[in-house]
């Protein structure tokens, strides 16, 4: 398993200090691919190669401006949009691309499930095509009940990967996300195994891993019973003034967690 921060160009020195493998950074703030200046992108892909370990996942993929769902979608600026994105990961290394995007994805007033569902499934092919000229995947993120009113559960995630049915498409797994869901529960994780491409934790509360109360050590057993075994990254609140510390803490507490669930039969 490799471990590692959703944090900015700012924390890159600490979180590398501290010993994880790889940063998940913004995509939409990092990558800037609604700018098509390549001297302005040369300059941030430099920036991004240099720094002290890889930027391997990317999350924040669509910005709200630019929406999916809704009377106001462009395909031909998400077609280029999504082909930008995925080519400018794959030149700094990027492997998974994390689809969440409430904003843009967001269900509008006067706007049916069905009519964001067909949106949904137009833009993830779009992801698809990107992917077999890339190799890079975009992992669906269901996102929970109060800070999105589409697609929620990481069973739906599973559900519309499936339904995309291309390799380029699988689902995320968050478990800051299922518990404030209130109705979603590990064994949730196993039953969406098949297209499982990422996982994003923290403590409870979005506390820093270690530093609250929730079961790491579960969460790795079950992942241990998916066959998952790639990634994970923190997506967490450090406490002010905390941010040395509580990564060391974070690490140590999940690789312990970590070690656990491997070793037991």
């Known amino acids: 398993m490799r471990f590692g921060v959703c944090a900015g160009l700012s924390k890159a020195a600490a979180v590398a200090a501290a010993g994880?493998?790889?940063?998940?950074?913004?995509?939409?703030?990092?990558?800037v691919p609604e700018r098509e200046d390549s001297a302005v992108w040369a300059e941030r892909k430099a920036t991004l190669l240099a720094l002290p370990l890889p930027c391997e996942t990317f999350n924040l993929f669509v910005p709200g401006k630019l929406k999916i769902t809704g009377p106001e979608v462009s395909q031909v600026v998400l077609t280029r949009y999504v082909h930008t994105a995925l080519t400018r990961a794959a030149e700094v290394g990027g492997k998974i691309i994390v689809f969440g995007s409430g904003g843009a994805r967001q269900l509008v007033e006067g706007w049916s499930v069905e009519q964001a569902?067909?949106?949904?499934?137009?833009?993830?092919?779009?992801?698809?095509?990107?992917?077999?000229?890339?190799?890079?995947?975009?992992?669906?993120?269901?996102?929970?009940?109060?800070?999105?009113?589409?697609?929620?559960?990481?069973a739906e995630g599973a559900a519309l990967a499936r339904e995309v049915g291309r390799p380029g498409v699988r689902n995320l797994a968050d478990t800051y996300h299922m518990e404030r869901n209130g109705d979603e529960s590990l064994a949730d994780i196993i039953a969406s195994a098949d297209c499982l491409a990422h996982v994003h934790t923290a403590d409870t509360g979005r506390k820093a891993p270690g530093t609250g109360s929730y079961d790491h050590a579960a969460l790795f057993a079950t992942l241990k019973d998916a066959g998952y075994d790639a990634r994970i990254s923190i997506e967490c609140n450090f406490t002010e003034g905390q941010l040395e510390a509580e990564l060391e803490t974070a690490l140590t507490h999940l690789k312990q967690a970590y070690r656990s669930a491997q070793s037991a039969g």
């Not at 994880?20 to 990558?31: A, F, K, N, P, T």
């Not at 992801?127 to 009940?145: F, S, W």
Request: net charge negative; proline share 2%.
């Open 20 to 31: 994880w493998d790889y940063l998940e950074m913004g995509m939409s703030s990092e990558l």
């Open 117 to 154: 569902h067909a949106q949904l499934l137009w833009f993830l092919n779009q992801c698809a095509d990107a992917y077999e000229k890339t190799g890079v995947v975009v992992a669906i993120e269901p996102l929970n009940r109060h800070e999105c009113n589409l697609l929620h559960t990481v």
